[in-house]
């Protein structure tokens, strides 16, 4: 009741709305971007760019806090980055070749769901029926999609969508990894360690495949290129470190409403690239969303 209180009552400034916004926009264009790097690469290659592209992009600050790195915490950042980044990188690439980007949209919201899930499970967050009927909701908004994913406007295999609801989860490891291991460090340390952990073999892997001749000869390769560098430099760098400043200017409570936003700026994505938008999405959202605003009040 406090929290509820306290977020209500705060003042909350033009920047910190201007803040949500841009961040409901960026993570919530991260599908298109992957859609459109597909039209040239694999999705192993959009998703070792995106995180090669990444890693080389902080790689000056981690070698100027390297002798600051408390590296006895060295599997937690690790757990960070293949769980928050690297895994969930290949699973939605691989996803979008069968699933379109409003419903790898939608899907993703389930993560304010499975870190309450794993919170309540494995990372000592507490009990409550609200927790447990805004888990099952949310499910059922996700299982109600990838049920109805023809009626949904699929074309593909619409049990891709398992792979998302995977990456949300691993995400979710990830979110309680560093809520109870590494709540002191801060942004920078935290994203530019772990996406050097996953960097080196990601940029190793790129380099075994076609990539070179992708870039230089297919049509679309550079500007497939462009879209996936957008992803990784705005999505991902930009968008993490912009989001931590949210928290701290404002709060989580209030931070989280990026979440609700996330699958409607996806939706809109979807429908401007003309993909099939249809009530199966709405109703779909309607209950992950729901289930996402019932665990945030349990």
Known sequence: MNQTTSTTTQTISPLSWGLVFFLALTWGSSYILIKKGLVAYSPEQVASLRISISAIALFPYFVMRYKLIDWTKAKYYAIVGFAGSCIPSFLFALAQTQINSSITGVLSSLTPLFTLLLGLLFFGIKFSWNKTIAVLVGLGGAAFLILFGKEAGLDGNSAYGFLVMLASMLYAISANTIKKHLQDIDVFTLSAVSFFMIGIPALAYLFTTNFIEVLTSHEQGLTSFGFIMILAL???????????????????VFASMVSYLIPLVALLWGALDKEPITIYHFIGMALILFGVWLGKRG
Do not use: E, I, P
């Not at 999505?235 to 709060?251: C, E, H």
């Open 234 to 252: 705005v999505g991902t760098v930009v968008a993490s470190v912009l989001f931590f400043k949210l928290v701290q200017m404002t709060n989580a």
